[in-house]
């Protein structure tokens, strides 16, 4: 077995044998620490980390999930990542984003279901109570569940839009996927009062402490539910930071979530949001084009150099990161979730 040394973004360190053949992650799972991961075969991106130093193979992977400059950089994704010796990898989270218990499973229940805009619904679960977690549901802004396709051992990760509560509620914003596993189930027999198994909370995408830097949120589509759960986290906890939401779809019958929106700019000050349609219709009055443009516009009109935290598909999260550091934003500021469709 080769050894494997992990240094959280906290400076807790994991060390655990890793099997030849066995992947970074799997060893760390049987070691006891479930690591943010989500596809677990290289194609969402959820597990990447930095390779400090040492030897290793890294598999097949999509370009999506990390870009040929960032693998040169020395970034990996650990689900792909086989040591040939000692390795040592720097994870860019800290240490409360492992799970040691391993992932938790709850079982919810549906309690709305809704079409919020084109081919976009609104899911609200209900968790049953757990001995071990009680009845309610912890979790940090930006994190996911899986949810388990009713019937097969499928399982779909969507980000929670709603902030942790002790009521066990759940929230999701959920883009319908022609012949998607879950998405068909969705339709075809989704109502409420049926059961679902959920996996989690996981993942390492959320806020960072940077003092009062303003924070900027881009969105493309779904990519605004965590976004959501992160500004209406800074609402409940009245975060002083200056917060900026632009969320970007293709058409005006894709916008959704304005009433949430406009439920956090009356409860947090400093916030202000805007919708950016890319082929608007006639009566459009807003922004025009795409979250990207508007960022570089944004950049380029102020000497402000925010936290930028972008979600949404990888072109669009990518043309945004692009613009952001174009205009001189450094690179860890631009904290990244790419969703890839399964
Ligand atoms: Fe490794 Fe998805 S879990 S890329």
Known sequence: ARPVSMVTADGERLEFPCA????VLEAAAAAGAALPASCRQGTCGSCHASVTGGAFDHGP?????????????????????????PLSVALPYESSRILYGGIPRREA??????????????????????????????????????????????KRAYSLANTGNWEGRLEFFIRLRPGGLFSTYLQERARPGERLTAHGPQGAFGLRETGLRPRWFVAGGTGLAPLLSMVRHMAEWQEPQPARLLFGVNEEADVFGLAELDAVAAELPG????????????SWQGQAGTPADRVAELLAATAEKPDIYVCGPPPMVDAVAQAALTAGVPEERVIRERYLPT
């Open 109 to 154: 229940v549906i309690t709305a279901l809704e079409t919020v805009a084109r081919e976009t619904v609104r899911l609200e679960l209900q968790l049953e109570p757990d001995e071990e977690a009680g009845s309610g549901c912890q979790f940090e802004p930006g994190q996911f569940m899986e949810l388990e396709v009713p019937g097969t051992d499928a």
């Open 20 to 23: 030849p053949g066995q992947s």
């Open 271 to 282: 916030f202000r949001y805007e919708v950016c349609v890319w082929r608007p219709g006639p």
């Open 61 to 85: 992977c999509s370009p999506m999930a990390l870009p040929p400059e960032r693998r040169e950089q020395g970034e990996v994704l650990l689900c792909r990542t086989y040591p040939q010796g």
